[in-house]
């Protein structure tokens, strides 16, 4: 590996090679710690009585969690991360998912063909929210073109849609690729997922 000119001029900061991992401060820590490894089917990578590292791939960690009690609640009416969002490869394992999520008493809280994505939003015992996801195109250069119709447009928020149904439908034989294509449904705001 060459040593860079680290004194050249450069018209944007280097980009890293990936998003490693996510630090999340809990009062809840067994709680949130077991949460995490049922959600993700993620297995314990080292524990103590404040620090828990977890992972479900490759990365030493994805989520580590702090234990930090005398903390406040989470307001939900403040500013700050949205959500964390987990990608599967296909509509079956996102749906697979679901069904394993379910069996442990785990329900999504909002399902939504985002048009980009067919997405499934869950909340962690300390409210955080977290999406399950699978891409509906292709390539990222489909997704962008999507991003620049009229009816993405109209509605960026997406259309709601039942994984049951869809789980269904694949069982009749239905497509994949069909049942990733969002349903227009015209202008929508946001909802309330709290």
Not at 79 to 88: D, V
Not at 159 to 185: H, M, N, Q, S, Y
Request: a negative charge; aromatic letters at 10%.
């Amino acid at each position: 590996m060459s040593i860079p000119d680290f004194d050249a001029p450069a018209s944007k900061v280097q980009s890293p090679s990936a998003l490693a991992h996510v630090v999340l401060r809990t009062p809840n820590f067994k709680e949130m710690e077991q949460f995490y490894i049922e959600f993700l089917g993620a297995r314990i990578a080292y524990s103590n009585q404040m620090l828990s590292f977890l992972t479900y791939d490759e990365e030493h960690h994805r989520i580590a969690l702090i234990s930090l009690p005398g903390k406040g609640p989470k307001v939900s009416s403040s500013y700050g991360l949205e959500h964390l969002a987990f990608s599967f490869p296909t509509l079956p394992e996102l749906l697979l998912s679901y069904r394993q999520r379910k069996a442990r008493g785990i329900l999504p809280s909002w399902c939504v063909n985002h048009g980009p994505t067919t997405s499934m939003y869950y909340k962690d015992p300390d409210g955080n929210m977290l999406e399950t996801q699978v891409d509906n195109f292709e390539t990222n250069e489909e997704v962008g073109e999507f991003m620049m119709t009229e009816e993405f447009a109209m509605n960026p928020i997406g259309t709601d849609f039942d994984p049951e149904d869809l789980i269904a439908r694949l069982g009749g034989g239905e497509d994949e690729r069909v049942l990733k294509k969002r349903v227009e449904i015209g202008p929508r705001g946001l909802p309330d997922v709290e």
